[in-house]
């Protein structure tokens, strides 16, 4: 399991090369196929935040996948989700990946979209750790320790 090459741009119109652009040594990626997945994403934000604050190395980032589209609609799409998402640091941190989606979920070994799906995954795009779906405290304390091994 490999974060694939993926070039992309945030809502705050910042450019990355993934996953070499990733700003933390160990990077959480909360994958969404569905707007519906949103309340699924935001379970793990509290969590995700506590840990970038706990530990210089850790980021986290939100990956909504859509399918490659010409530039003129990724704009449209960007432009309602900004208009969606006011607050800057959000804005920051996600990552809208126009891309293909069946190889990305190959690359990263993800069967459906009907599910969110977590990737803890370094610069190199190497995954250290891997789950699906909203926070539970079985998943929370799998992901904090994970983390803490990582990070020690």
């Not at 993926?6 to 993934?18: G, I, K, M, P, Y």
């Not at 399918?67 to 799409?77: A, H, T």
């Not at 126009?98 to 979209?113: G, M, P, V, W």
Request: net charge negative; glycine share 4%.
């Amino acid at each position: 399991m490999h974060f694939p090459t993926v070039a992309a741009q945030n809502l705050a119109r910042e450019t990355f090369d993934l996953p070499g652009d990733f700003e933390g040594d160990f990077n959480l990626c909360l994958i969404a196929f569905q707007r519906w997945h949103q309340p699924l994403i935001n379970s793990w934000i509290p969590l995700a935040r506590h840990l970038e604050e706990t530990h210089a190395r850790f980021r986290y980032y939100e990956f909504p996948v859509i399918r490659s589209v010409n530039p003129l609609y990724q704009s449209f799409i960007d432009q309602g989700m900004r208009a969606g998402i006011p607050d800057r640091v959000a804005r920051h941190k996600t990552i809208t990946l126009y891309t293909n989606k069946a190889a990305f979920r190959q690359a990263l070994e993800i069967s459906d979209e009907d599910e969110i799906h977590l990737r803890l995954v370094d610069r190199a795009g190497a995954v250290h750790w891997s789950e699906t779906g909203a926070l539970t405290q079985a998943t929370a304390n799998s992901l904090t320790e994970a983390v803490e091994r990582l990070l020690v």
